[in-house]
T-cell receptor, first 111, second 111 residues
Framework: GENVEQHPSTLSVQEGDSAVIKCTYSDSASNYFPWYKQELGKRPQLIIDIRSNVGEKKDQRIAVTLNKTAKHFSLHITETQPEDSAVYFCAANRGWGKFQFGAGTQVVVTP | DTEVTQTPKHLVMGMTNKKSLKCEQHMGHRAMYWYKQKAKKPPELMFVYSYEKLSINESVPSRFSPECPNSSLLNLHLHALQPEDSALYLC??????????FGPGTRLTVT
């Protein structure tokens, strides 16, 4: 089955700096890669996603890059703000419903 | 309406009780999911329904019984649970192999 590894497990950044979270996946059939932000006690919220036919996608301060050959994808957050503090999960989807999540990254943005 | 709703928000039950979790979406999505999430861990897929038929059961114990009465509703029937089943139970839906929309979850405590 699919295995998704996510690093780092915790990330502390100064407000205004950039944050990068990296994930690797094992199944070359995976074709959809979402990133979720989950605040304490709340549901996971999709913040950005990328499909396997695209190498990079950007939405304001957030960007995702995908390297299919190396089977890894990364989340980039620029100009971090305290409200970016949360747990971030990457995921890979091999097809109908077969989502596998990474272990999560606790991001702490200090003012 | 881009929302998935879940009831109840909180549930406390004894190990001999029978209870049900409910999930509803009106986005016309044809896939619906149940996930279990323990504290500080990623969501773990339990079941997937596709076009109202069970398509994935991730080896979930039989004390969890899913049901999809129609394309908008998803239930999870609980019976004879164990304390280690205490967790946040998340429902999600999606139209295709892409974006999943999560409900707010039911926080379950088994005493």
């Amino acid at each position: 089955g699919e295995n998704v590894e996510q690093h780092p497990s915790t990330l502390s950044v100064q407000e205004g700096d950039s944050a990068v979270i990296k994930c690797t996946y094992s199944d070359s059939a995976s074709n959809y890669f979402p990133w979720y932000k989950q605040e304490l006690g709340k549901r996971p919220q999709l913040i950005i996603d990328i499909r396997s036919n695209v190498g990079e996608k950007k939405d304001q301060r957030i960007a995702v890059t995908l390297n299919k050959t190396a089977k890894h994808f990364s989340l980039h957050i620029t100009e971090t703000q305290p409200e970016d503090s949360a747990v971030y999960f990457c995921a890979a989807n091999r097809g109908w419903g077969k989502f596998q999540f990474g272990a999560g990254t606790q991001v702490v943005v200090t003012p | 309406d881009t929302e998935v709703t879940q009831t109840p928000k909180h549930l406390v039950m004894g190990m001999t009780n029978k209870k049900s979790l409910k999930c509803e979406q009106h986005m016309g999505h044809r896939a619906m999911y149940w996930y279990k999430q323990k504290a500080k861990k990623p969501p773990e897929l339990m079941f997937v329904y596709s076009y109202e038929k069970l398509s994935i059961n991730e080896s979930v114990p039989s004390r969890f019984s899913p049901e999809c009465p129609n394309s908008s509703l998803l239930n999870l029937h609980l019976h004879a649970l164990q304390p280690e089943d205490s967790a946040l139970y998340l429902c999600a839906s999606s139209q295709d192999q892409g974006q999943q929309y999560f409900g707010p979850g039911t926080r379950l405590t088994v005493t």
